[in-house]
């Protein structure tokens, strides 16, 4: 993808960014038609499946050879990376949304032949977008964020991640994590997977780790991340897979290596 294409994609992804934001603002006191998926606490409503729908079907049109990753299913299937992929979460943070009608937001991740091309993270009542292309910076807005803090150190660090991990989970014994929790400055948690990575590109927290997350939920926030330095990853270090759903890490270059190795000491 050169940059002039990638230029013209971006500009035709933000357009509609917006738009898809102010029709979820204008709908979201609407009665809420809420369902569960995969548990009592997995919500999904119909704005979420709208706001997919408008993206997949302004795609298709667009760009019919493009394909497309969504979290409620109006995209493809796909093995390869081949080619130009939208990864969308047409709202990261449905709890949030649902429950304090904030602290949510709209994450797409553009992916040429599996290399980050142009990320959006977009903090829908906020009306903050995070946006990135290859090689020209990420944003907040107009205001160009700066490369992460290569001096930090993990005893300075606030960390994103829910409690989950404090509790008996499939990935690392908890008592690591207790005292991983006790190493470090602070920790948040925000609902949101997408707001989560574009705060650690901010720098306003310096790392995000997560017990599951899938595609859409890290790759407009992964490149953002890739814009400032951050790395992006799973729990035992390897690269970003966008075709999988694992554990992952996204942190400041100079306490990632760190965050593995606590995180190797409880491995399962
Ligand atoms: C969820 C949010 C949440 C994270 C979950 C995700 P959704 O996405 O990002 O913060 O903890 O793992 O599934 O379902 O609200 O798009
Ligand atoms: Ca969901
Ligand atoms: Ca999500
Ligand atoms: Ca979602």
């Not at 993808?1 to 979201?28: D, L, S, V």
């Not at 796909?78 to 047409?90: A, E, F, K, N, R």
Request: aromatic share 8%; with cysteine.
């Amino acid at each position: 993808m050169n940059q002039q294409q990638r230029q013209k994609i971006y500009e035709t992804a933000k357009r509609w960014i917006y738009e898809a934001g102010a029709e979820i603002r204008e709908h979201m006191n609407d009665p809420l038609d809420i369902e569960t998926k995969s548990n009592p606490n997995d919500l999904v409503t119909a704005l979420d499946k709208q706001t997919e729908k408008f993206f997949v079907d302004r795609i298709h049109q667009a760009y019919p050879e493009h394909h497309i990753i969504g979290e409620e299913g109006f995209g493809d299937t796909l093995s390869s990376v081949d080619g130009t992929i939208w990864i969308i979460d047409p709202i990261d943070g449905t709890m949030n949304f649902v429950h304090q009608k904030r602290s949510f937001a709209i994450s797409i991740g553009i992916l040429h032949n599996g290399i980050g091309e142009i990320g959006f993270v977009y903090d829908v009542m906020g009306d903050q977008l995070y946006h990135a292309k290859r090689g020209e910076g990420a944003f907040k807005n107009e205001t160009r964020l700066e490369p992460l803090d290569k001096k930090k150190k993990l005893e300075e660090s606030i960390i994103g991640m829910n409690h989950f991990w404090l509790c008996e989970n499939r990935v690392v014994a908890y008592p690591v994590m207790q005292k991983f929790v006790r190493t470090v400055r602070g920790t948040r948690t925000i609902g949101s997977a997408a707001l989560e990575l574009a705060s650690v590109a901010e720098g306003v927290q310096d790392a995000y780790l997560a017990l599951s997350l899938a595609p859409w939920d890290v790759a407009g926030g992964i490149i953002l991340n890739q814009e400032v330095g951050g790395v992006a990853g799973d729990v035992d270090g390897n690269p970003w897979n966008p075709l999988e759903r694992a554990p992952a890490v996204v942190a400041n270059p100079a306490i990632h290596d760190s965050i593995i190795g606590f995180l190797k000491e409880g491995r399962k």
